[in-house]
């Protein structure tokens, strides 16, 4: 079946270091994929997505590319910032017309001033 | 994008005792969708909620205990039965909209069984 596989957490950063979040995939068919980021204390949030083979994904910063080769959507972002703490969850859909989501484990970020 | 709420946004219950969770989108969705996130845990979907029929559950979830209404485009229920201390999760519901592949959360509702 359809699966994610993502980074194991919790990763601990310091303000302005480089972040990488790994996310590999197993689907049949032609997946979209999606990183979701969720706050504490907040609801689930869509961060990017990509729909097909070497898209590119980009919001606050962060950026992720569909990799069909290597069925990878790794999330990195240059510069982290404290108010990048939150638990990061990757996703997959592969039909469309039945939007239903898999997800990853989550990735637990932490940023250190 | 679509902003959806939900009622109640938490709740303690007793073990036995249903929780029917509301959820509103606010424009015209195609999908509506409803998830479990256990404690420290992702999130597992528990059915597709289907307007004016029957949801589509997924595998490990069934209706007895999971009893999903969706009588128009923007509303559905999630009733949890016959709680027990592991139904303590956060339960989101989920919509996509009219023309995008990507699915809009509602803030979750934080349930606790005693």
């Known amino acids: 079946g359809d699966s994610v596989t993502q980074m194991e957490g919790p990763v601990t950063l310091s303000e302005e270091a480089f972040l990488t979040i790994n996310c590999t995939y197993t689907a049949t068919g032609y997946p979209s994929l999606f990183w979701y980021v969720q706050y504490p204390g907040e609801g689930l949030q869509l961060l990017l997505k990509a729909t097909k083979a070497d898209d590119k994904g980009s919001n606050k910063g962060f950026e992720a590319t569909y990799r069909k080769e290597t069925t990878s959507f790794h999330l990195e972002k240059g510069s982290v910032q404290v108010s990048d703490s939150a638990v990061y969850f990757c996703?997959?859909?592969?039909?469309?017309?039945?939007?239903?989501?898999?997800f990853g484990t989550g990735t637990r970020l932490t940023i250190i001033p | 994008s679509a902003v959806i709420s939900q009622k109640p946004s938490r709740d303690i219950c007793q073990r036995g005792t249903s929780l029917t969770i509301q959820c509103q989108v606010d424009?015209?969705?195609?999908?509506m969708f409803w998830y479990r996130q256990q404690p420290g845990q992702s999130l597992t979907l528990i059915a597709t909620?289907?307007?004016?029929?029957?949801?589509?559950?997924e595998s490990g979830f069934v209706i007895d205990k999971f009893p999903i209404s969706r009588p128009n485009l923007t509303f559905s229920t999630l009733t949890v039965s016959n709680m027990s201390p592991e139904d303590s999760s956060i339960y989101l519901c989920s919509a996509t909209g009219l023309s995008q592949r990507e699915q809009y959360f509602g803030p979750g509702t934080r349930l606790t069984v005693t």
């Open positions: 424009s015209q969705v195609t999908m």
């Open positions: 909620a289907n307007q004016g029929s029957e949801a589509t559950y």
């Open positions: 996703a997959l859909s592969v039909s469309f017309g039945n939007e239903k989501l898999t």
